[in-house]
Structure formats: structure tokens, C-alpha cells
């Protein structure tokens, strides 16, 4: 008996140490946010003129085939440290409107400037606002959007502390 309980002990405790040994420790904690949407900000210094508008293309990796018809794709812009508004946008002159608008396909996001005069093409966004316009792009997956229905996308604010998104 007391034979058997020694080999029991001796049995648990070899068992024990292959379970623990066996298990690799995991790397350091990822930084903290929504491992499944994407923020990005861009930068744009020049801006490319196609007759009507200015525009800037950027690389957005995350919109791929198996998403492009189904994840929310959200852009702000800013021109103050801080302020993001979103797109599409309209800058309200004394004369004549410029649009702000975006259009989106695989590993692209494209966006547009149009100066609503057709006598002139007006100024590109930096000239106007006198600064590098930035621009965040958010992709959110379809299902992390249907958990969040009645969140406010106009709003960067909301969206980011609904996904814990860091700038």
C-alpha cells in the first residue's frame, strides 16, 4: 500500500512537470485596441489633379477582396492637431463650395477635392487650409460593425473609444 501511494505521488508529480514544462510562455501583450479594425493616418504633402478635382490615392492593405463589399471604410481628415472631421465634407465659401468625398476599392482608398465653379479649378486642399491635410482611415469588419449599430461614424470620437483605436 504504502508502495502504491509513493508511485501515485511520484506518478502526479512526474505528470505535473511534463504539463508544466511542455507549455511555452506567450510574448508580451499586444498594445492595447481592436485587433480587427484598422486605423491608419496619412499625410499628404502634393496633391494629383485629374479635370474636375484634386485627389490623393493611399494604400489601405486591410480592404481586400473578401471584405471590400462588406467592412465599414471610414475617413476623416484633419488640419488642426486633434480635430477630425469626417468625409464626405463640404467647405462652405461666400462664393463657391468645395466637396470632400472618397471612393474605395481592393488595397485602395482614393480622395477627392472638387471646386464647384466649372470656370476654375480652385485650390487644392493644402493651399486652401494653408497645411498638409491628414487623413485617418478606419476599416471595420462587418460583424464588429453589426456589434455596434447605433454607434455615431460621423463622429471619429465615438469610433474611436468604441474600438479603442489609438492615434
Known amino acids: ?3 502504491t501511494l509513493q508511485l501515485s505521488v511520484i506518478s502526479l508529480f512526474a505528470i505535473a512537470t511534463m504539463m508544466t514544462s511542455s507549455c511555452k510562455k506567450e510574448g508580451p501583450a499586444g498594445p492595447a485596441g481592436n485587433a480587427n479594425v484598422s486605423s491608419t493616418t496619412f499625410s499628404v504633402n502634393t496633391w494629383s489633379w485629374n ?3 484634386y485627389y490623393a490615392n493611399f494604400s489601405v492593405p486591410d480592404l481586400t477582396s473578401s471584405n471590400i463589399n462588406s467592412a465599414a471604410v471610414l475617413v476623416y481628415f484633419s488640419t488642426t492637431s486633434g480635430t477630425w472631421f469626417a468625409v ?3 467647405q462652405y465659401t461666400s462664393t463657391y463650395d468645395y466637396h470632400m468625398g472618397f471612393s ?3 488595397g ?3 480622395v477627392t477635392w ?3 465653379n466649372s470656370l476654375s479649378s ?3 486642399p493644402n493651399t486652401y487650409y494653408g497645411t498638409s491635410v491628414r487623413y485617418k482611415i478606419v476599416v471595420i469588419p462587418p460583424a464588429e460593425r453589426k456589434a455596434n449599430p447605433n454607434l455615431n461614424v460621423r463622429d471619429y470620437n465615438a469610433v474611436k473609444k468604441a474600438f479603442n483605436l489609438k492615434d
Open 1 to 3: 500500500m504504502k508502495k
Open 51 to 53: 479635370s474636375p478635382y
Open 88 to 90: 464626405p465634407y463640404t
Open 104 to 106: 474605395n476599392s481592393i
Open 108 to 110: 485602395n482608398v482614393q
Open 114 to 116: 472638387i471646386y464647384d
Open 122 to 124: 480652385g485650390s487644392d
